[in-house]
């Protein structure tokens, strides 16, 4: 199995509009999926043990629930936001459930500022997947710094709201990306669970692949840009809750300890 921070070949294409974007993701998404199925050499950091490198009888921080006692899981959306957005948020509105965005910039928070505005104030965490979704590992390191300096400026902006977290494209990462990430005190956010909503427009099905891959301290990643996704989000709540899973957001899920600046974390 290839490793994650490994450089894969690449080839330019002309873009076509929405459609091409899709397809564009959906590719990222599959090799990003590939990498991230067991055999890797990337060193990541579990959200037990930040929780557990805390100093001892910190309490809880980030809301009311201590995921040291808790059955704790975060629910991740990237490449947002999207038409679909609005109608998600309704969604984790109506069940009370958090989420964390890992939010694209052109062509998603240029073109749907009030829809990051919403995010943030209904309590949502939001982070950045970089400007253009261009694979860093393949890029030079002042690159490196614009893909993940833009939308962080962009969200501050909008919202105010220092940016702390950023998952990268396709998952590839490496010393580089690290140490840059570090410089702009950025914590980077891979996960745990896909339910390889690029490949399929079945919500069912994707409820169910989340659901066989859940545990305790999940990261779940969807993509609220596929038609089947936001769809099975209703029946992914309700099945983990009855399996006795509180949602949380990523910081919630590390608390009382904290993501450091250029570590990664699954």
Not at 212 to 224: A, F, T, V, Y
Request: charged residues 25%; contains cysteine; positive net charge.
């Amino acid at each position: 199995m290839p490793s994650l921070t490994k450089k894969l070949p690449t080839r330019k294409m002309k873009n076509t509009g929405p459609g091409f974007r899709a397809a564009r993701l959906a590719a990222a998404a599959a090799a990003l999926t590939l990498a991230l199925t067991g055999c890797t050499s990337l060193e990541t950091t579990a959200p037990s043990t930040v929780r557990a490198r805390a100093v001892p009888g910190a309490p809880a921080q980030l809301g009311t629930v201590d995921c040291r006692k808790a059955k704790c899981i975060a629910l991740t959306f990237d490449a947002g936001p999207s038409e679909n957005s609005p109608r998600l948020l309704d969604i984790l509105r109506r069940e009370q459930v958090p989420a964390t965005f890992f939010l694209l910039g052109k062509r998603h928070i240029d073109t749907y500022p009030e829809l990051v505005r919403r995010m943030a104030d209904e309590g949502h965490e939001l982070a950045s997947h970089t400007w253009t979704h261009r694979i860093l590992t393949d890029l030079e390191p002042d690159e490196i710094r614009a893909e993940l300096t833009r939308p962080n400026e962009e969200i501050a902006r909008l919202t105010g709201r220092a940016v702390t977290l950023m998952r990268p494209p396709q998952g590839r990462t490496d010393d580089t990306v690290h140490e840059i990430c570090r410089e702009l005190g950025l914590s980077e956010v891979l996960w745990s669970v896909t339910a390889k909503d690029y490949k399929t427009n079945d919500p069912a099905l994707i409820r169910q692949r989340v659901l066989e891959q859940s545990s305790r301290d999940g990261i779940i990643l969807l993509h609220d840009i596929y038609p089947g996704t936001v769809p099975a989000v209703p029946g992914i709540i309700k099945d983990l809750k009855e399996r006795g899973y509180v949602f949380v957001t990523v910081p919630q899920l590390l608390a009382p300890g904290k993501a450091e600046p250029g570590k990664v974390y699954r």
